[in-house]
């Protein structure tokens, strides 16, 4: 229970880190729509729990989240945990399969102006990415 306890102190440390971080960058998504795909593996987790934290601490206006995953291996109960946040949707897609138009147009984290790829843990879009007016 202890090793547990301090699983979650460190995980706690990092996000806090990750959020100061990237305060800047942060800034810069509020109130617009951000794509992350894998959201519910390894990184995705740290990057889907860096922008709630914005969300919940920073009083700015929230980010609105899409995580998508096909999720190969199951439902991580962290996802479940979070299905229900009105900032958050969560979209069940292979990202080699075109996106659903549905999506729209969404934002990338990179500080560079008209970067070509959304926020993501790796696997690419088959649709190119294509920056909103405000990019
Ligand atoms: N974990 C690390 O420290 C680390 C370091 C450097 C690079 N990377 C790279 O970053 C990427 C992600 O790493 P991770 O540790 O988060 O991996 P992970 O396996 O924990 O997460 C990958 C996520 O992508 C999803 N996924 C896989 N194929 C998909 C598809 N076709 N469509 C939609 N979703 C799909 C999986 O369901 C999973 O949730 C990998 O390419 C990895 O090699 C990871």
């Known amino acids: 229970m202890a090793e547990l306890a301090d699983a979650d102190a460190v995980v706690n440390t990092d996000l806090t880190y990750i959020r100061e971080?990237?305060?800047t960058e942060m800034a810069r998504l509020s109130g617009r729509r951000l794509l992350i795909t894998g959201g519910a593996g390894f990184l995705g987790y740290?990057?889907?729990?860096?922008?709630?934290?914005?969300?919940?601490?920073?009083?700015r206006e929230p980010v609105e989240l899409t995580?998508?995953?096909n999720f190969?291996?199951?439902?991580?109960?962290?996802?479940?945990?979070?299905?229900?946040?009105?900032?958050?949707?969560?979209?069940?897609h292979?990202?080699?399969?075109?996106?659903?138009?549905s999506l729209g147009q969404w934002t990338s984290l990179s500080t560079q102006q008209g970067s070509q790829?959304?926020?993501?843990?790796?696997?690419t879009p088959s649709r190119p990415w294509t920056p909103t007016s405000t990019d």
């Open 117 to 123: 790829a959304p926020m993501s843990t790796g696997v």
């Open 21 to 23: 971080q990237l305060d």
């Open 72 to 92: 190969m291996r199951g439902t991580p109960p962290w996802i479940a945990r979070i299905s229900e946040r009105s900032d958050v949707k969560l979209l069940t």
């Open 67 to 69: 995580i998508l995953d």
């Open 46 to 59: 740290y990057m889907v729990q860096a922008v709630l934290r914005q969300n919940d601490e920073s009083g």
């Open 94 to 101: 292979d990202i080699r399969q075109p996106l659903p138009d």
